[in-house]
């Protein structure tokens, strides 16, 4: 830095230092101001909950204060900056989250014991932020943590659905969803923005006009919708950096307002009017199933536009030609669901700034990259013509225009080669005529990149197999990561501790490869039992939320078997559910002297199914069944329960996890992407049984077969068995299992049957018949490494010293250097 430059830090320092202090005193104030002021409660009579809304206005102040000093540093350095779309990001809470990566834990802590508050019971009162679905919601937001961390000057863009996902609530049994009033009770954690909002438009036509010697198309919407800002900060952790997720919310616009009113029919105007909120209302409950419903079209492009109409207005701020566009601009989209802003910008730029198609064309190819989490080809967005066409009629033609030109080039390449242009065609031809969203993005953008190493594999050879044959340089993966800063700092306050102490420093929290220095520990007994300790004091109150959510007293002894995640037929949830049946049964049948030698387990399952995925509403039922049949079942006692926690979401995952010995990621190989949960439960110290599948592959290298147990046909022996259409041979166990349920002894046998039958009479497609015996192996496996509690420790804490490279630090890091091309760009403290 040069002393001109460092003069100037130093001032913009002083300028912006000490606006709000961070001493208990001030910040006891500062939470006292707000019961009264913001609250307004009288801060002689304050409840848990009215207190926690006073602290979190305090630490939303905080946040408030680095952001603007953050965002003004951005104006000032204008670096390129990455935009990242996603429909979903799964935030969970934000209170703890906030003051650790504020640097303020221990500050608030003591203000709050000085006003007689526990910060734990604080804490709690908050609810989740749930606007997304499962993996690929909760990965944005991991990412956007690991941006604000590593300093990158980036922006994320979503949707602020006002109903967040369905909750999950459970009579006799079954699955009911009931809408999720997040905002009921205020969000502290949003700043809205009136003055930022655009209009948004549909519908209508596309005339040719003629405009200084030009044929420009100008589209005359039919309908127009107000885009209205609400900006969440992002804080990074250690460093004074705080980002921003703008998410869009739908309000009536004001600008046609004489036309509808002007028909003298007041009251409906305003209720016709109103209707508009209804595009950013709720979230679509269904991870991975495309419907083609024109609401969803809506909240694609509404959230589209108006990101894409802020970022040129930032550019333009300070930019008089688009000739740098691409030099400080990257657009990164999460799944295809943001698609069309690849459209939307070729559209803003040729019609709007009367760049050529070429330049435009140019642009979009250079800013835009694209993630797909998917493995299967039904896994792909597709939307129909006519409804694209209705809803956006200029942005078809725009598709068509792009689709000509590229089944051109394909002509070129390939010479007239019919199977492979319908194949590769961003139009798809049949009974209705769709567009491939894959297709059109992968056309587009400079960068595609898969979440695993397997992933890009089945990308290269099935998914993609055209396109990387004419495109090879465009495929690459970026193995997903989480962020170490809420699945350990945040949620498992002991086990952070005791790594800061026995690596001797918190660097890790920031640099997470730093974990490897504990293998060096690994045979220390004092280490062993600390872990051990802490490990347990989780156990106990997972124990305690177990009986508060479900009534049942359950035994931190007992080996703790955890499967969360979203219910799909794929990741095999029945796999287990089968297995539990399989080791109750075993254990019915043992002499009293065999019985000594079972390993006391408790299994526990949560996820949520979508609400229109009969099967895994089966598979939820059946659980329930299985569970009631076996926890109420005086033959079993202790050593066999089966617990289903109802209504999982981020925060139960913080708490689940940490008290989990043993976890399950059982997909049939080839199925899952990657697999993030995976990863949250590996770094927290706890064992994995799972498949050779997505990301488990690359944990095996980091830490070794011998510190997992796998199980079940590796990715090319599902492949070989499925061309082969092998004809199923059921192991005798799996078929004495499934007897037990269709001879109704957990009842309910109609209702089951469709789950029996996809096993015995369907063809088996996710092969639990062929994985049942290396499943119950790899159980027996962990059975007998639980009772040797030293080697058991010495593998958890092998584990959590090989998670490092699953750090979405890592990802994001590999995103910044080879596909976004962005640098750091540090905030001074
Ligand atoms: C979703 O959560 C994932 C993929 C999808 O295609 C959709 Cl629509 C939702 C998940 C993958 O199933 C999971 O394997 C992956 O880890 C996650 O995305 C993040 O990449």
């Not at 809205?192 to 549909?202: D, G, I, L, P, Q």
């Not at 419903?293 to 536009?305: A, P, T």
């Not at 706890?686 to 095996?700: N, Q, Y």
Request: one cysteine or more; aromatic letters at 10%; hydrophobic letters at 40%.
């Amino acid at each position: 830095v040069s002393g001109e430059e460092k003069g100037r830090t130093v001032r913009f320092f002083e300028m912006m230092d000490g606006f709000l202090k961070n001493d208990p005193v001030s910040l006891q104030k500062d939470i006292l101001d707000h019961v009264e002021f913001t609250v307004a409660r009288s801060r002689f009579n304050i409840d848990d909950f009215e207190a926690y809304q006073g602290m979190a206005h305090s630490v939303r102040d905080r946040l408030i204060e680095r952001w603007h000093d953050t965002q003004q540093f951005f104006k000032k350095k204008d670096p390129k900056r990455l935009y990242y779309l996603s429909l979903e990001f799964l935030m969970g809470r934000s209170l703890s989250n906030s003051i650790i990566n504020l640097g303020v834990k221990d500050q608030y802590m003591d203000a709050l014991n000085q006003l007689g508050f526990s910060f734990e019971i604080l804490a709690e009162q908050e609810g989740d932020a749930a606007l997304g679905n499962g993996g690929l919601a909760r990965l944005s937001a991991c990412q956007m943590d690991s941006l604000a961390t590593m300093d990158f000057p980036a922006w994320g863009y979503g949707l602020r659905y006002q109903y967040g996902l369905f909750r999950q609530v459970i009579l006799d049994g079954f699955q009911h969803e009931q809408p999720d009033y997040w905002l009921n009770f205020g969000n502290p954690w949003e700043i809205e923005r009136v003055h930022v909002s655009y209009a948004v438009k549909f519908y209508g036509t596309v005339e040719e006009k003629h405009l200084n010697g030009k044929n420009c198309k100008v589209w005359i919407p039919g309908e127009t919708v107000e885009a209205v800002a609400y900006d969440n900060p992002i804080p990074g952790y250690g460093t004074r950096n705080t980002i921003n997720l703008r998410l869009w919310a739908a309000k009536p616009s004001g600008q046609y307002d004489m036309e509808s009113f002007g028909t003298g029919d007041y009251i409906n105007a305003i209720i016709d009017r109103q209707k508009a909120e209804t595009i950013s209302s709720v979230l679509y409950p269904d991870d991975r199933s495309y419907q083609g419903k024109e609401l969803r079209l809506k909240q694609q492009y509404f959230f589209v536009s108006a990101s894409v109409q802020d970022i040129i207005r930032r550019f333009k701020d300070s930019h008089s030609s688009f000739d740098k566009f691409h030099e400080k601009v990257a657009l990164q989209l999460n799944d295809t669901h943001p698609s069309l802003a690849i459209v939307e910008v070729i559209r803003v730029l040729v019609d709007e700034e009367h760049l050529s198609w070429k330049e435009a064309w140019d642009i979009a190819c250079n800013i835009f990259s694209y993630t797909t989490h998917t493995v299967v080809p039904e896994g792909l967005e597709k939307i129909p013509v006519d409804l694209l066409g209705s809803l956006l009629p200029r942005h078809l033609q725009i598709i068509y225009d792009i689709n000509f030109s590229f089944t051109e080039e394909l002509k070129q390449r390939f010479g007239l080669d019919y199977d492979r242009l319908s194949r590769m065609s961003i139009i798809e031809e049949g009974a209705v005529k769709n567009i491939r969203m894959a297709n059109l993005s992968i056309v587009v953008c400079h960068n595609v990149n898969g979440v695993s190493r397997a992933h890009l594999d089945t990308l290269k050879s099935k998914v993609f197999k055209d396109f990387y044959e004419l495109w090879p340089q465009k495929f690459h993966h970026k193995t997903n990561g989480i962020t170490q800063r809420r699945w350990v700092v945040v949620s498992n306050p002991g086990l952070c501790d005791l790594i800061t102490k026995w690596l001797g420093t918190d660097a890790w929290i920031r640099e997470v490869d730093l974990l490897l220095g504990l293998r060096e520990h690994v045979e220390n007994k004092e280490l062993q039992l600390e872990w051990r300790t802490v490990r347990r004091v989780n156990k106990i109150r997972l124990v305690e939320f177990i009986e508060a959510m479900t009534g049942m007293k359950v035994s931190p002894d007992a080996m703790f078997d955890v499967q969360i995640k979203r219910i799909h037929e794929y990741k095999r949830q029945l796999l287990n559910i089968l297995g539990i049946i399989h080791r109750y049964d075993c254990i019915k049948n043992m002499k009293d002297s065999e019985r000594k030698r079972v390993v006391p387990r408790v299994c526990i399952i949560g996820g949520k199914a979508a609400p229109g995925y009969e099967m895994a509403k089966k598979i939820i039922k059946l659980c329930h069944s299985v569970g009631e049949k076996i926890n109420s079942d005086p033959d079993i006692g202790d050593l066999l329960k089966l617990i289903f926690i109802p209504d999982y979401n981020v925060s139960v995952a913080e708490l689940v996890i940490p008290g989990s010995d043993l976890s399950q990621h059982i997909s049939t190989a080839g199925h899952e992407a990657s697999g993030t949960g995976s990863m949250k439960f590996l770094i927290n110290g706890c064992l994995l049984l799972a498949t050779a599948d997505g990301s488990t592959l690359e944990i095996i290298d980091e830490i070794g077969e011998e510190n997992m147990f796998i199980c079940g046909a590796k990715i090319h022996e599902v492949a070989m068995m499925r061309e082969n259409g092998e004809a199923p041979k059921l192991p005798l166990e799996l078929v004495h299992v499934l007897r037990m349920v269709r001879d109704g002894y957990f009842g309910h046998e109609e209702y089951f049957k469709p789950l029996c039958d996809s096993i015995e009479s369907a063809g088996d497609f996710y092969l639990l018949g062929h994985d049942f015996p290396s499943y119950l192996e790899a159980q027996a496996a962990a059975d007998k490494a639980f009772v040797d509690q030293e080697t058991w420790t010495k593998m958890s804490i092998l584990s959590t010293a090989g998670s490092g490279k699953f750090s979405s630090d890592r990802t994001i890091g590999d995103y910044a250097a080879e596909t976004w091309g962005i640098e750091p760009c540090r905030c001074p403290f």
